[in-house]
């Protein structure tokens, strides 16, 4: 009896570390950050008494990395140090890019990979390092894109490469033309996770509907943004012609 108890020990911790991370993740949602903070670190704390010779298992890489790039996310409406944010998003880049690297069509892991160089991306930009920035969050929308074109049909992925890509706005201040091309590019995308998701979609309730809100909100970004840029334009193009008739 003791001997079975023993051999199901590395099953049962896996559960418990897999079910402390989906408490994290639903505290998160219901927006008790402390909770989920500490729920996050005692996830990975049990995962890590897992790992062998050989590190991480896939899947557990998988949960360590999500924890990591949760774990960063949560920390930033704390405050927290640059330095502790881009070590967590590191380390989460150190466990995908092998997953990514030998399955490039999985799109579970090409999703965390580009939100962990999205966010050290936006590190860099903050920092000053705008080129470094640009390229890590390029690098992220790459990996993602070229994960849907090998694996057709996955709504999640598509809404967040059209996220993914109009986060990279924050790079193009000065850059109208380059705004309203990236803008456009998210809307493709968007339209083409909404075709999935009309009455006849096999994405069930409550799934489904989730998306489509999450959907809804990515259109409305970018309708603002466009409105802004449009006010912009006519504000330049008014302020061009009066200096024009004032030259005459």
Known sequence: MLKDTENDSPKLTDLVGKLQFEVAYSLRLDGRID???NAHVASMETLDSLRSVNGFSPLQSIRMA????????LLVAREANKDDLDQLYNEALRLLTPLNT?????VEVAMLLCRSLVHLGEIERA?????????????GIEALKESLEL???NVGGLIHLAESRLERLSFLENEKEARVRVLLSGVEVAEAAGKLLQPDSVIEDPIRSNLKLKLGEILRFT???ANRLAKAMRQSGASSLRRYNAAK
């Open 35 to 37: 909770e989920s903070i």
């Open 66 to 73: 999500s924890s990591f790039i949760e774990l960063g996310e």
């Open 102 to 106: 030998e399955n490039p069509g999985d």
């Open 127 to 139: 920092q000053g390092n705008w080129s470094s920035g640009y390229r890590l969050s390029v690098r």
């Open 151 to 153: 694996t057709s049909g």
């Open 223 to 225: 309708a603002n943004v």
